[in-house]
């Protein structure tokens, strides 16, 4: 009775041993991957109004008016503690407003644009055009047509480093 009583406690103390070390091990593991390098990117929109020369912020104007236009800014920082690979952000143009053509500009980044809501990007978005004769041409999609704007940085958003990227819209 005594050996077994025996065998049975160095049973469960080695079935707790495995426990603490498997728990220690998980904790460890798990404090590994929170301290891991990671960026931590931070995005803020803002827009003002082109008025009377000036540039009120959007959430000082009390309306906005047909053909008035917009300037909206992306401001991107990473205060995260490894650098953001192939950095990119995507920006709508809001309903009942068209891109104004050449404003896109971002220090460093490729602008890419979208007719179809973000499905696809390209530097110069084309579109099927029928002719008179029955065939079928492709063109430049017209500005009116643009749904979304892409930037797209080569070279990594560093460690506590800033981005910034605007284009305008025009009031419908």
Known sequence: ???SKKKFMVLLMAVLTLMVAGAAGFAQRHLMLAKAARPEVKIKLSAAVE????LVPLDKAAAV????????TIMSENSGNAAALEYKTVSHIPRGTMFVADSAKADGAQTVYSIDNGKSY?????????????????????VSMYTEIRYEWADPLAQGGKLSASYKVRVK
């Open 65 to 72: 008016n047909p053909g008035e236009i917009l300037d909206w």
């Open 122 to 142: 390209s530097a110069q978005p084309m579109i099927e055009v029928k002719q008179a004769d029955g065939s079928v041409k492709q063109v430049l999609a017209p």
């Open 51 to 54: 008025r009377d020369s000036a």
């Open 1 to 3: 009775m005594m050996k």
